[in-house]
């Protein structure tokens, strides 16, 4: 919900801080704008002909946006459903021309990140001088490549509130950095590396899978066998589950979605048919919590907002 909000909220500012960003745009060397400039100044009793004569994309898609804010504002005060799907369509042409604003902005953000992942392996491992310069570099270069995909989703048609949403906590900067290390570390500290990072995904899948299952047991009333299963099922399809995990609660059974079941159906079939109901409302009353706290926005929640994500 915490992501949802942020966004609405951001793009809410992102509408009025681009238009006022483009409008104050100097031209650019050789363009139209810049041309119209110069006969401004050399001819100025055809000023307004001229400017006239200058209508340009910019312009034009500055005025599109502005009317389309007015509409939603509008929308907002007749009580009228605005999503942040809604916002996030109006605001995608200027965020297409300010792509390479975000893709730098999130790559600031993930430097930091880079940053303390390079310097508590060096730390850990006893890296020298050399294999320091090589590991930031690299993480640098898994920066770049994150930010740019941020970007490029943030742009695509089609994107959504929720993809951003949920990309903004999936990046791993980590990826593939053990076949990197494989031609850093000395075989024992390869290892020791390896189980280190193990371990760490096994924690992030753990603490994923028991909030999952907290917050099913909170609609309905779980067995132990249900726990499991239900377990089992979360932690499989959680981002860092990897097959070679081993620990307490996951078993060894296959899980509803190895045959081709979405979640919701997979947790459905775990669940008896007195505990359905019981899960029905108990999902409504965590969409009707959601939509509360969003609806102090002024916007309401897309239609396929799925409460337990």
């Known amino acids: 919900m915490r992501h949802y909000l942020f966004l609405a909220a951001g793009f809410a500012i992102g509408a009025v801080g681009s238009i006022l960003f483009i409008q104050s745009m100097?031209?650019?060397?050789?363009?139209?704008?810049?041309?119209?400039?110069?006969?401004?100044?050399?001819?100025?009793?055809?000023?307004?002909?001229?400017?006239?004569?200058?209508?340009?994309?910019?312009?034009?898609?500055?005025?599109?946006?502005?009317?389309?804010?007015?509409?939603?504002?509008?929308?907002?005060?007749?009580?009228?459903?605005?999503?942040?799907?809604?916002?996030?369509?109006?605001?995608?042409?200027?965020?297409?021309?300010?792509?390479?604003?975000?893709?730098?902005?999130?790559?600031?953000?993930?430097?930091?990140?880079?940053?303390?992942?390079?310097?508590?392996?060096?730390?850990?491992?006893?890296?020298?001088?050399?294999?320091?310069?090589?590991?930031?570099?690299?993480?640098?270069?898994?920066?770049?490549?994150?930010?740019?995909?941020?970007?490029?989703?943030?742009?695509?048609?089609?994107?959504?509130?929720?993809?951003?949403?949920?990309?903004?906590?999936?990046?791993?900067?980590?990826?593939?950095?053990?076949?990197?290390?494989?031609?850093?570390?000395?075989?024992?500290?390869?290892?020791?590396?390896?189980?280190?990072?193990?371990?760490?995904?096994?924690?992030r899948v753990q603490a994923e899978a028991d909030m999952k299952v907290q917050r099913l047991g909170t609609m309905v009333d779980l067995d132990e066998n249900q726990r499991g299963q239900i377990f089992g099922l979360m932690a499989r399809g959680s981002r860092d589950f990897d097959p070679a995990m081993r620990f307490e609660g996951l078993g060894t059974g296959a899980t509803a979605f190895s045959s081709g079941k979405s979640r919701e159906e997979a947790v459905l079939s775990i669940l008896r048919p007195d505990q359905l109901s019981k899960y029905q409302d108990g999902k409504a009353k965590l969409r009707a919590d959601a939509e509360k706290h969003i609806e102090g926005l002024g916007l309401s929640l897309p239609e396929n907002f799925d409460p337990l994500e």
């Open 26 to 203: 100097p031209p650019e060397e050789g363009s139209a704008e810049e041309k119209v400039i110069k006969l401004e100044a050399e001819l100025k009793k055809a000023s307004n002909h001229a400017m006239a004569l200058s209508g340009n994309t910019k312009s034009r898609r500055t005025e599109s946006i502005s009317d389309g804010t007015k509409a939603i504002a509008e929308s907002i005060r007749e009580g009228k459903p605005v999503t942040p799907n809604d916002v996030l369509r109006l605001m995608q042409p200027l965020i297409r021309d300010l792509s390479p604003l975000f893709e730098r902005m999130r790559a600031k953000e993930l430097q930091k990140e880079s940053d303390t992942i390079a310097g508590e392996i060096a730390r850990k491992y006893g890296l020298n001088e050399s294999q320091q310069v090589s590991l930031k570099k690299w993480l640098e270069q898994r920066a770049v490549d994150e930010s740019k995909r941020y970007a490029d989703l943030l742009s695509s048609k089609g994107t959504t509130a929720e993809d951003l949403a949920k990309m903004m906590t999936d990046v791993r900067l980590e990826d593939g950095l053990e076949q990197f290390m494989a031609t850093t570390l000395s075989p024992d500290k390869l290892v020791a590396f390896k189980a280190n990072q193990m371990l760490e995904k096994v924690q």
